[in-house]
Every structure is written in structure tokens, then in C-alpha cells.
């Protein structure tokens, strides 16, 4: 597969990856090399990855918890404290290996530190892969609440080798599915369709699908890097996904969702609301609902739980001016954007998705 540019970074992927990345050692005179892990990425990934790295560069590891529980600001200080003790300076280079987590946390890391040093990030999930690889969105949560602080800046390369899937537990997998499922939704009606039985789904045909999946937000972040118009479409079925994934995040009664599995009941209520509000056909809201379900079973949210959900909304990062804006579908393939939603029809979407 050919390599992607985007945004001023450069995507690899399987073996080109590591002919790039000591090819960047060389040409870049790097004077030290950190690479930022979890306890996960660190024993199934690191040796991996390290076996194929050439440089005698120095190399530290910095390992953190992992978790969306530890993406958090507190997190980052001990990344930073422990990148100023190992005495990192402008010319380091960071290299976060792991999932959306290390990366956007990595990402955010190495673009405040000495006010910006060189990062590159290293995508091990199916959801990083096809999600956090491209657009430099960096960043952290702020209490439970999802990715409020954080700045775009892009990595120097991405390195996107499917061979870490194999060490993915499924429900991981599943997760990142979902973003690839919602690329489908706003962008292509072909690659949505592809979709349509996931029953035949195996690791040996994602590579296609993960590269149409990169090709799609490339070309979405690239007419708008600054999310003030199509890139908002990329938050199809998250308004209301985010604010689910929050709410489990903060509630310890509840098992806490991975990001796919909320963004899957955000996009089952979204594509309702979209047929009540922007004429997207019922039967293909119910089409939906029926493939997600029947993948990813059935969240339970108690009728008690919607107004706490939809209090978190006022939240979303993509509100202004006091209005919470979403992603609606006229078809597939074609998003209306800065939507507002009556809570009675977000109430009625939680009772189409639970019936």
C-alpha cells in the first residue's frame, strides 16, 4: 500500500513503516529517543517494534496506566516530569505505541513540552488506526468529561502496522469497527456497504478496508483542518456517544464503555433523529440498528439515566453560542451539520433504541 500524506504528517503502513522510521533516525539527529507505552503496549508491542527500530540513539521508556480512566492532565505532568529528569531537550523525539489513549495523550505531551518537541505515533488498536492516525487532534479528558483539552498538531510520521491487531482482545477490535462503520455512513455508500455482513469479517481483509477508512479522513481533515465545516461530520453519532461514554466513565455503578461501543448507540440515535428531523429514511435507520445490534449487542440505559446523559451534552466541544450541535444524516454519504435536537426527540431516540 502506497504511503499518505496528510496534513504535513506521513502515514505508513506494514512494511514500509520501519524503513521509514530509521530512515527519519538518520536524516534527523535526534539527541534522544522516548517512547512513550503502557503496561499492555509495553510487553506485547514494544519488543516488536524495538527489533525492527536502527539507530544508536539513546532510548528511554515511559510507561503510564493504561485506560481512558488515565487520560488525564495529571497523567501528562508525570510524562513531562519524567521527560525534563531523563533530560529531554527540543531535539528529543517522542514515539507513543499504543491506542488512542497514548496516542492523543503522547501526541499532546510532546507538542507542549519545551513548547513543542517531534513525536511520532505508532497506532496499535483498530481504533487508533483508523481514527487517531490522521487529523492531529491531540490531547486529554478533563475529569470525565471527553478530550477537553488539547491542541492539532500532527505527528512527523504514523505508523500504522496491522500486525498489532493480532494482539487485540476482541471487544477492541469491535470498538474501532465502529469508527470504519461511521466513515461508511458520512462519506461512502460503497464502503458502508461493504460492511453489511460482519459475520465474514477477519483481520486478513482489513488492511483494504482500514486504508479506505485513512483515505476518507484524509480527505475530510484536509478541506477542513480546522473543523469549522465538513469536519464536524466526523462526529456523526459522538454528541450523543461521548456523552454515554462519560456518563459510564463517571458512574461507578456502571462497566465502563470502550469508545466504539457508546459512538455505536450515538450512532443508532443519531440516525433516528436524522429520520425525524432531516428525512433519512426509516427503513435504513432500522437497518442500522439491526446490524449494531446484532454485532454489538444492546447497552442497557435506564429511562432514570437519559436526563443525566443529555445534561453532559452542553459539554460537547462542538457547541457554541449556548447550542448543542449535531450530526444528522439526510442519506448516506450526505450530513447536514450544527443541528439543534429538542430533548424530547433525544428522549425518543433512547426509547427506539432500547425498544
Not at 523525539?93 to 513548547?115: E, H, P, S, Y
Not at 513543542?116 to 490522521?134: E, F, K
Not at 482482545?169 to 466513515?183: I, V, Y
Not at 457547541?319 to 430533548?343: A, M, P, R, T, Y
Request: contains cysteine.
Amino acid at each position: 500500500m502506497d504511503s499518505i500524506t496528510a496534513n504535513n504528517s506521513i502515514i505508513h503502513f506494514n512494511k514500509e513503516c520501519y524503513s521509514s522510521i530509521n530512515e527519519h533516525l538518520k536524516e534527523n539527529n535526534f539527541s534522544k529517543i522516548f517512547i512513550l507505552v503502557d503496561e499492555n503496549t509495553h510487553q506485547y508491542c514494544l519488543p516488536y517494534f524495538l527489533e525492527r527500530l536502527e539507530t544508536d540513539v539513546v532510548i528511554e521508556i515511559i510507561e503510564i496506566e493504561s485506560g481512558e480512566i488515565n487520560k488525564t492532565i495529571d497523567t501528562c505532568v508525570g510524562v513531562w516530569n519524567t521527560l525534563s529528569e531523563l533530560d529531554a531537550d527540543r531535539k528529543s523525539l517522542l514515539i507513543n505505541i499504543g491506542g488512542g489513549v497514548i496516542t492523543d495523550l503522547g501526541g499532546f505531551a510532546a507538542c507542549t513540552f519545551k513548547r513543542g518537541i517531534a513525536y511520532i505515533n505508532v497506532p496499535t488498536t483498530l481504533l487508533s488506526m483508523v481514527d487517531a492516525s490522521v487529523g492531529g487532534k491531540t490531547g486529554v479528558d478533563l475529569g470525565h468529561l471527553k478530550n477537553q483539552i488539547g491542541v492539532i498538531s500532527s505527528a512527523n510520521l504514523v505508523l500504522i502496522d496491522t500486525q498489532y491487531l493480532n494482539t487485540l482482545p476482541t471487544n477492541q477490535m469491535r470498538s474501532g469497527l465502529a469508527e470504519m462503520l461511521k466513515h461508511g455512513l458520512i462519506s461512502d455508500e460503497g464502503y458502508w456497504n461493504k460492511f453489511q455482513d460482519l459475520s465474514k469479517l477477519t483481520v486478513d481483509n482489513l488492511d483494504e478496508l482500514i486504508y479506505e477508512s485513512v483515505i476518507i479522513k484524509k480527505h475530510v481533515v484536509e478541506e477542513d483542518p480546522k473543523e469549522d465545516g465538513l469536519r464536524k461530520t466526523l462526529n456523526f453519532g459522538h454528541t450523543l456517544g461521548h456523552a454515554i461514554e462519560s456518563y459510564f466513565l463517571s458512574n461507578q455503578n456502571k462497566t465502563t464503555l470502550l469508545h466504539g461501543e457508546a459512538i455505536v448507540v450515538g450512532m443508532i440515535l443519531a440516525a433516528y433523529i436524522s429520520t425525524e428531523l432531516s428525512g433519512f429514511p426509516k427503513q435504513t435507520t432500522l437497518n442500522i440498528k439491526k446490524l449494531f445490534i446484532n454485532y454489538y449487542g444492546k447497552v442497557n440505559i435506564d429511562k432514570s439515566e437519559y436526563a443525566s446523559i443529555i445534561e453532559l451534552l452542553k459539554y460537547d466541544k462542538k457547541n457554541n453560542h449556548g447550542n448543542i450541535n449535531f450530526v444528522l444524516l439526510e442519506s448516506i454519504g450526505k450530513c447536514k451539520i450544527d443541528c439543534q435536537v429538542d430533548d424530547s426527540i433525544i428522549i425518543d431516540a433512547f426509547e427506539f433504541y432500547a425498544s
